[in-house]
């Protein structure tokens, strides 16, 4: 076994207690492991320490679950992290040593109410900080903070049928969010890793 993949997005949580006494663990008696987080971690639980044991332990491929760059998205939807927070994460992980390839983060695209315009800023603000967007598309959850206004714009009676709360149809998004454009959005991001110099590594949940 060289390969570990963390489906576990709190994995960081309590890290103390939890996350770092295993790390270093598998550091000291298992080196060379590739360690992988295809589901995203909080970016408000990396400090100094944990970056540092995470580059330690040989993490490869970084996904950060931060879905908008507007903390008035995170205000009204859970507040499990903001702005500041994914900044100061990135610092960290670039400070440790890793490259943008590796950092990788989960923009939410096909929301209620949200334009094209504000997912173009979200994917320039996250190439910015030094991070690499990736963009997952919108499924509607019932009992969600998000559901009853996702009712209220879906093109689909969401509320009725279950199947039409799937990602792939954009049940919720705006009119000019199309596939076609969220294609164009990942062949910008793509150009622009490239051309950076940086390219790509690691396997990923949702490509670009």
Request: glycine share 8%.
């Amino acid at each position: 076994m060289d390969e570990i993949v963390l489906y576990d997005d709190a994995f960081l949580c309590h890290a103390n207690e939890h996350a770092l006494p295993i790390l270093d663990a598998f550091s000291s008696l298992k080196p060379g492991l590739k360690w992988h987080t295809p589901n995203g971690l909080h970016v408000s639980e990396i400090s100094p320490r944990v970056a540092a044991s995470m580059k330690r332990a040989g993490f490869k491929t970084i996904r950060l679950g931060l879905e908008s760059t507007s903390d008035n998205f995170h205000k009204t939807s859970g507040g499990k992290t903001n702005w500041k927070d994914f900044i100061r994460a990135v610092g960290y992980l670039k400070d440790t040593g890793f490259d943008t390839s590796e950092i990788g983060v989960y923009l939410l695209v096909g929301l209620p109410g949200q334009t094209s315009a504000q997912i173009e800023q979200d994917v320039e603000k996250a190439l910015e900080a030094g991070a690499y967007p990736k963009l997952a598309e919108y499924s509607p959850i019932p009992g969600s903070a998000l559901w009853p206004v996702s009712v209220n714009v879906g093109r689909y009676p969401i509320d009725k049928e279950p199947l039409y709360q799937n990602c792939s149809l954009l049940p919720v998004a705006t009119p000019e969010v199309t596939w076609e454009f969220l294609s164009q959005m990942r062949k910008m991001i793509r150009d622009s890793i490239q051309s950076s110099g940086i390219g790509q590594s690691g396997p990923c949940l949702n490509s670009v």
